[in-house]
């Protein structure tokens, strides 16, 4: 499976937008890139995917660079309550074991009031 | 609606001791999943059904480890003789399983299951 790189930490301060980068050079031109986050002591969640055109939705917005071998991960405006480790996976559809996700150890994103 | 649950919450358990732990996905999701986190070690997927289909359980890391999924729906975890490095959380997780690269899964609150 194609690999992602993250950074292990990054801190933002309330209010203000968190870019949130990933390299994945090694994608094939199949792999979605999805991103989950997990909050302290809860199960991750679902944030955001998208192929090759950048996606916005309510949580956040995905912008995937013209190669597909980078993306960010865009939160206009961080919370306290959007403190979380913000993993960046992709899925391959047509591997055999494509329905699985792969964690890497993501993103530890801290928050400041 | 309802989103993933599981039960217990909390699961602490002498070693050597049989555990089960209790999967409800959101109705009408046909894929299951169940993961394990442990401190360190980040989330691993453990087994996976679908369907009618034959589970995939090439990451259950020991015979000790078993699941079965009862009429499409809810899914039990099974770890016998416990020992102290199940120690985790055990996170469940269900999705429609759509094809293609865009199913998304949603993940329960997980058990913490601490094995003394």
């Known amino acids: 499976d194609a690999k992602t790189t993250q950074p292990n930490s990054m801190e933002s301060n309330e209010e203000e937008p968190v870019h949130l980068p990933c390299n994945h050079s090694t994608i094939s031109g199949t792999d979605y890139i999805h991103w989950y986050r997990q909050l302290p002591s809860q199960g991750p969640e679902y944030v955001i995917h998208?192929?090759?055109s950048n996606v916005n939705n309510r949580m956040a917005s995905l912008a995937i660079a013209e190669d597909r071998k980078s993306s960010t991960l865009i939160l206009h405006r961080a919370t306290l309550r959007d403190a979380a480790v913000y993993y960046c996976?992709?899925?391959?559809?047509?591997?055999?074991?494509?329905?699985?996700?792969?964690f890497g150890k993501g993103t530890l994103l801290t928050v400041n009031p | 609606g309802a989103g993933v649950s599981q039960s217990p919450s909390n699961k602490v358990t002498e070693k050597g001791k049989d555990v089960e732990l209790r999967c409800d996905p959101i109705?009408?999701?046909?894929?299951l999943y169940w993961y394990r986190q442990s401190l360190g070690q980040g989330l691993e997927f453990l087994i996976y059904f679908q369907g009618n289909s034959a589970p995939d359980k090439s990451g259950l890391p020991s015979d000790r480890f078993s699941a079965e999924r009862t009429g499409g729906s809810v899914s039990t975890l099974t770890i016998q003789r416990t020992q102290q490095e199940d120690s985790a959380v055990y996170l469940c997780?269900?999705?429609?399983?759509?094809?293609?690269?865009?199913?998304?899964?949603?993940f329960g609150p997980g058990t913490r299951l601490t094995v003394l």
């Open positions: 997780a269900s999705s429609r399983g759509l094809a293609g690269g865009t199913d998304t899964q949603y």
């Open positions: 109705s009408g999701h046909t894929a």
């Open positions: 998208g192929l090759t």
């Open positions: 996976i992709l899925r391959d559809p047509s591997g055999g074991s494509n329905y699985k996700l792969t």
